[in-house]
């Protein structure tokens, strides 16, 4: 049997730190607790951690991960998973991409506030050379300082309370299904209802488009009883589309998420969107992907809006202007700071081709050769971007052209599925 050795990050600066080694400090680096040892691995594997001043007790979040010889929790836990095999894999292979979206952005941004709250205690129970290390870190100088005297760390949100329907066959009904209207040919160009569309008809449901402008939004949800999907910065309830009406059910559902989880649950013998065992790594990737595309808003939010009816287009501009500060013209990047911007941009789309490049191996989208729900969200900012700009527009071509070609090539594998129901694109309805 062989035996491994696991280095812990903290471990290392400790050495690098540390220029005197009494006999104490050493053997408290090398700290073997069988708790840490993955009992399912046909290995035995010595990690080594910072002792804590608390005997027989763990602390540090990285090494319950750690197993090997190579840095990274998570390369570690996939280099495991190839070299063994035969044994559980921590990675089901084709959700590899989806796993290191959530350790790598949504899960680190998500428990940002919790280190206010548990380095300070970390600190007390360390021995004094890595608690000066830890307290004099790069992100906080004074880790004593921070811990916080009230707690109010998550607010629960409730974003099952209308996905909880039970399981059961339903006989279809056509759908309807609310989006936003434009100028543009077909109507259709907001990402948000386009993850519903490419989803009704992934699935094959029948529905038909009713057509809401932005002032009606909330009026008409309240009308029809669907519930708001999130706050206003004043706190206020904020009302949002895509949301559908399944007349099979009596069901109203808005959130674009919800809604597939919806279809999912009550359609089972259609294609599945959301692969239950992906379900809180694509809600993860969803949150993952608003921040990677970051710096595409100034760029696209302004021509969105000129591409609007009268009435969306007042509220539009005012409401974005009111968010952003500045007119939807002021935002607009401009000049040297525009190339340089563009520039941010490809590199932040760069992160999800990374995401994807995990498992180009299997097949073209994000779980190989079928698509998904990630497939979707991307494939919807990528057909908004090319309905406002236009095919031929150099952002587009740019756009297709980066990264080998993949978003070009994603739109074209889903083109199917975007097709938009022309049997309803004359009805508006109005609150
Ligand atoms: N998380 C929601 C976001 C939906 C959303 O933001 N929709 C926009 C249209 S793209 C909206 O309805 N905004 C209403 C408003 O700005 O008042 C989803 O995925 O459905």
Same mark, same amino acid.
């Given at each position: +049997?062989?035996?491994?050795?696991?280095?812990? &990050?903290?471990?290392?600066?400790?050495?690098?730190?540390?220029?005197?080694?009494?006999?104490?400090?050493?053997?408290?680096?090398?700290? *073997?607790?069988?708790?840490?040892?993955?009992?399912?691995?046909?290995?035995?594997?010595?990690?080594?951690?910072?002792?804590?001043?608390?005997?027989?007790?763990?602390?540090?979040?990285?090494?319950?991960?750690?197993?090997?010889?190579?840095?990274?929790?998570?390369?570690?836990?996939?280099? !495991?998973?190839?070299?063994?095999?035969?044994?559980?894999?921590?990675?089901?292979?084709?959700?590899?991409?989806?796993? &290191?979206?959530?350790?790598?952005?949504?899960?680190?941004?998500?428990?940002?506030? !919790?280190? $206010?709250?548990?380095?300070?205690?970390?600190?007390? +129970?360390?021995?004094?050379?890595?608690?000066?290390?830890?307290?004099?870190?790069?992100?906080?100088?004074?880790?004593?300082?921070?811990?916080?005297?009230?707690?109010?760390?998550?607010?629960?949100? $409730?974003?099952?309370?209308?996905?909880?329907?039970?399981?059961?066959?339903?006989?279809? +009904?056509?759908?309807?299904?609310?989006?936003?209207?434009?100028?543009?040919?077909?109507?259709?160009?907001?990402?948000?209802?386009?993850?519903?569309?490419?989803?009704?008809?992934?699935?094959?449901?029948?529905?038909?488009?009713?057509? *809401?402008?932005?002032?009606?939004?909330?009026?008409?949800?309240?009308?029809?009883?669907?519930?708001?999907?999130?706050?206003?910065?004043?706190?206020?309830?904020?009302?949002? !589309?895509?949301?559908?009406?399944?007349?099979?059910?009596?069901?109203?559902?808005?959130?674009?998420?919800?809604?597939?989880?919806?279809?999912?649950?009550?359609?089972?013998?259609?294609?599945? *969107?959301?692969?239950?065992?992906?379900?809180?790594?694509?809600?993860?990737?969803?949150?993952?992907?608003?921040?990677?595309?970051?710096?595409?808003?100034?760029?696209?939010?302004?021509?969105?809006?000129?591409?609007?009816?009268?009435?969306?287009?007042?509220?539009?501009? &005012?409401?974005?202007?009111?968010?952003?500060?500045?007119?939807?013209?002021? !935002?607009?990047?401009?000049?040297?700071?525009?190339?340089?911007?563009?520039?941010?941009?490809?590199?932040?789309?760069?992160? *999800? $081709?990374?995401?994807?490049?995990?498992?180009?191996?299997?097949?073209?989208?994000?779980?190989?050769?079928?698509?998904?729900?990630?497939?979707?969200?991307?494939?919807?900012?990528?057909?908004?971007?090319?309905?406002?700009?236009?095919?031929?527009?150099?952002?587009?071509?740019?756009?297709?052209?980066?990264?080998?070609?993949?978003?070009?090539?994603?739109?074209? $594998?889903?083109?199917?599925?975007?097709?938009?129901?022309?049997?309803?694109?004359?009805?508006?309805?109005?609150?």
């Amino acid at each position: +049997m062989k035996a491994c050795i696991a280095y812990d &990050r903290q471990v290392d600066s400790t050495l690098v730190h540390s220029n005197n080694h009494n006999p104490r400090q050493s053997a408290f680096l090398i700290f *073997v607790s069988s708790a840490l040892t993955p009992s399912f691995k046909p290995m035995t594997i010595i990690p080594y951690d910072i002792p804590p001043s608390l005997p027989g007790h763990t602390w540090s979040p990285n090494t319950f991960k750690t197993s090997i010889y190579i840095a990274d929790s998570f390369t570690i836990a996939e280099h !495991l998973d190839k070299t063994y095999p035969d044994t559980p894999p921590i990675f089901p292979r084709n959700a590899v991409g989806l796993h &290191r979206v959530f350790t790598q952005a949504t899960f680190a941004q998500n428990i940002e506030l !919790l280190w $206010d709250f548990i380095l300070p205690p970390s600190c007390l +129970m360390l021995n004094p050379p890595a608690a000066s290390i830890l307290s004099n870190s790069g992100f906080h100088s004074e880790v004593s300082s921070l811990l916080p005297t009230s707690c109010h760390l998550l607010d629960e949100v $409730d974003i099952h309370s209308e996905s909880s329907v039970e399981t059961q066959v339903v006989h279809y +009904m056509t759908i309807i299904f609310y989006d936003i209207p434009s100028t543009l040919s077909g109507n259709a160009w907001s990402p948000n209802t386009f993850k519903t569309r490419y989803t009704l008809n992934f699935k094959g449901i029948p529905y038909t488009t009713e057509w *809401v402008e932005y002032p009606d939004i909330e009026p008409v949800c309240k009308k029809l009883g669907i519930k708001p999907t999130t706050k206003n910065p004043d706190g206020s309830d904020s009302y949002t !589309l895509p949301a559908i009406h399944d007349p099979s059910t009596g069901v109203y559902i808005a959130d674009s998420i919800l809604i597939a989880e919806y279809l999912d649950k009550t359609y089972p013998d259609t294609p599945t *969107v959301l692969p239950r065992s992906t379900l809180a790594l694509h809600h993860a990737f969803d949150e993952a992907l608003d921040a990677a595309l970051d710096p595409l808003w100034e760029f696209i939010l302004p021509d969105t809006c000129l591409a609007l009816n009268p009435r969306s287009l007042e509220y539009f501009s &005012r409401t974005r202007e009111q968010a952003f500060g500045k007119s939807l013209e002021d !935002l607009r990047p401009k000049g040297d700071y525009a190339t340089k911007r563009w520039g941010e941009l490809q590199a932040s789309i760069g992160k *999800v $081709d990374t995401w994807y490049s995990k498992t180009d191996d299997l097949g073209p989208f994000f779980m190989g050769n079928e698509a998904s729900w990630g497939d979707i969200v991307v494939a919807s900012y990528l057909i908004w971007l090319r309905i406002v700009w236009g095919q031929d527009s150099q952002q587009w071509k740019d756009i297709a052209g980066w990264h080998v070609g993949r978003w070009a090539r994603l739109l074209q $594998d889903l083109e199917k599925y975007a097709i938009i129901d022309a049997g309803a694109i004359q009805k508006h309805i109005s609150g």
